[in-house]
């Protein structure tokens, strides 16, 4: 069995659910969820809400230790070309296509192509 991992929710332990309710009759507890996985926050909380009480927590400390942005990122045209199909194509005569998000250019593009999640125009980050 593989190790179960402890929700990392600063209140995970304060939600009263009956999963969380643990302990022998006259003692009792709320803990903190304990899975094998959990779906959020990359695999560290077991809800939505853990994730943002988390965050709420730690969130502006986090952001300051790995660099706050401070001015605006720009993504230009030569990494503006996402992969695209004709919507109105059925699904088994798919019309795939390539386009430029800011000039509006569009490049015929094989089903392969569409598929390889290495291919593309995009020049830098
Ligand atoms: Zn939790």
Redesign the pocket.
């Known amino acids: 069995m593989s190790e179960l991992k402890l ?1 990392q ?1 600063t209140k ?1 332990h304060t ?1 009263h659910t009956q999963d969380r309710l643990k302990g022998t009759k006259g003692n009792k507890t709320y803990q ?2 304990r899975r094998s996985s959990f779906y959020y926050g990359g695999g560290n ?3 939505l ?2 994730q943002t009480d988390w965050f709420d927590d730690f969130g502006d400390r986090a952001i300051d230790h790995f660099g706050r942005t401070t001015q605006a990122k720009h993504l230009t045209e030569d990494n503006a070309w996402y992969k695209s199909y004709d919507w109105n194509s059925n699904y088994d005569n798919r019309t795939y296509v390539i386009r430029n998000g800011i000039t509006r250019e569009q490049r015929p593009l094989t089903e392969q192509q569409y598929n390889d999640s290495n291919y593309t125009l995009n020049t830098g980050e």
Do not use: A, L, V
């Open positions: 929700c929710g995970c939600y903190t969820r909380f077991c809800s809400n853990c």
